[in-house]
């Protein structure tokens, strides 16, 4: 057995994101937080002279086998399956290759050229373990959501993760030599769901850019984005799934002005983002349901937007609204505040660690639509409140930022590595 060096400074990273590219536009499709979460912290880690590639699925034939994303990150697009028309369900049937062209790429490098590997979402775990195996690295895995946590909660018409997931993730977790949960909520559903080594899990929080998420004054902006100064701005931003709840923000929406119909002429409810997952099913079903409830006139439709933009909305905003059924941190919800604008969110996963319940927002237990009504009530007709929950929201997510989570994960990568030695050293 050849045991690994010993470990010095990390040098290069390969990250493997097999089902969605940190190129692709968030807020549609697969494209969510963990591409900003990719984005971020391999930029980060690059600041700090750490070399990065992340290996994600080709799904364009016009799409170059290598792009850089920014100084020291490199994209590397794998070709396994048809370019197009590839559902996240079906890419199971294409890990083979898809790690088979991974492996193909290092062997063209000097022996050791990465130092770790590090895999987001279980199927790229999959990808990871045999890149981990034959490279003579650790492996770190993020699970990004898990699906024993998404089944135990899931939304009204979503249907429930399959067993090959589920199986899979396991498989991930005992492979893995670090895994990173994003709280520590997701650490403890990490050992007590998954039976996963404690002194394996390590917890680093994401973060925001808190120089593009910033509170800055909101009337220009209102101006540059149609909104009066008066309005009542309700912002849903994220994709459009069940598992997403913009449904009971609009349900919740609809039940506010039946009690408070003075407030429609100033109500305004941005829904950014586009179909996503068991969206993709009923694409207009939001929609529908928009109209079937006689809320046309207050809400609007607006398609995905970049990062610079998105600030621009969160800013504009009189609170965010994230009724999720599940976050494994949330995101939108950090950098809603990060943007001094206090969110409204449900009392789920990583949202109860992000929004300070009181402080810089307010946690909803449930989904219930008339406690949802009976919160955007308190929110928009108290504006001492939401003054104070304004002040509050940037000092909740100063808490948060991409470099702490860079230099978190370092730590994570020196660990792991030590650890595999010391394990290849015990077994030979």
């Excluded at 930029?43 to 799904?59: H, M, N, P, S, W």
């Excluded at 590397?76 to 083979?96: D, I, M, S, W, Y």
């Excluded at 929201?393 to 660990?415: C, E, K």
């Amino acid at each position: 057995m050849v045991l690994p060096a010993e470990p010095g400074p990390v040098r290069r990273v390969a990250m493997i994101s097999v089902h969605t590219s940190p190129l692709d536009q968030p807020g549609t499709g697969d494209a969510g937080g963990m591409n900003v979460y990719v984005v971020e912290l391999a930029q980060r880690l690059a600041k700090r002279g750490v070399e990065v590639d992340v290996f994600t699925r080709a799904t364009r034939s016009s799409l170059p086998p290598t792009a850089p994303c920014g100084d020291g990150v490199t994209v590397r697009h794998v070709p396994a399956g048809p370019f197009e028309g590839l559902t996240k369900a079906e890419l199971p049937a294409q890990l083979c290759t898809f790690a088979r062209e991974v492996l193909r790429a290092e062997a063209s490098q000097p022996v050791g050229h990465y130092d770790v590997v590090h895999s987001h979402y279980w199927l790229s775990g999959q990808v990871g373990a045999l890149a981990r195996d034959r490279w003579g690295v650790p492996l770190v895995h993020s699970m990004h959501t898990m699906a024993k946590v998404k089944n135990e909660a899931l939304a009204l018409g979503d249907a429930p993760e399959p067993a090959v997931r589920v199986i899979g993730e396991q498989q991930v977790v005992d492979a893995a030599d670090a895994l990173v949960a994003n709280t520590d909520l997701e650490a403890k559903q990490l050992i007590n769901l998954y039976d996963a080594d404690p002194g394996r899990v390590d917890v680093v929080h994401p973060g925001v850019d808190l120089e593009r998420f910033r509170p800055r004054p909101q009337a220009a902006l209102r101006r540059e984005l149609d909104l009066s100064a008066e309005a009542l701005v309700v912002l849903f931003a994220g994709r459009i799934q069940p598992l997403k709840g913009p449904h009971v923000l609009l349900r919740a929406v609809a039940a506010l002005l039946e009690r408070r119909p003075e407030l429609r002429s100033r109500l305004v409810v941005p829904i950014v983002g586009g179909p996503s997952g068991s969206g993709l099913e009923h694409p207009e079903e939001l929609a529908h349901l928009s109209a079937a409830l006689g809320l046309d006139d207050v809400v609007r439709f607006v398609p995905p937007v970049d990062q610079a933009a998105l600030a621009r909305w969160y800013t504009a905003a009189s609170l965010v609204a994230v009724p999720s059924y599940n976050e494994s941190f949330g995101l939108v919800a950090a950098e809603a505040q990060a943007s001094g604008t206090p969110v409204l969110a449900a009392a789920v996963g990583g949202l109860t660690t992000v929004v300070r319940d009181g402080h810089s927002g307010l946690l909803v237990d449930g989904h219930a639509t008339d406690a949802w009504a009976a919160s955007l009530e308190r929110l928009l007709l108290d504006p001492v409140l939401l003054a104070r929950l304004r002040a509050g929201a940037p000092l909740q997510a100063a808490g948060f930022s991409w470099d702490a989570t860079a230099a978190g994960m370092l730590d994570v990568y020196d660990r792991a590595r030590r650890q595999l030695r010391t394990d290849r050293e015990a077994t030979a």
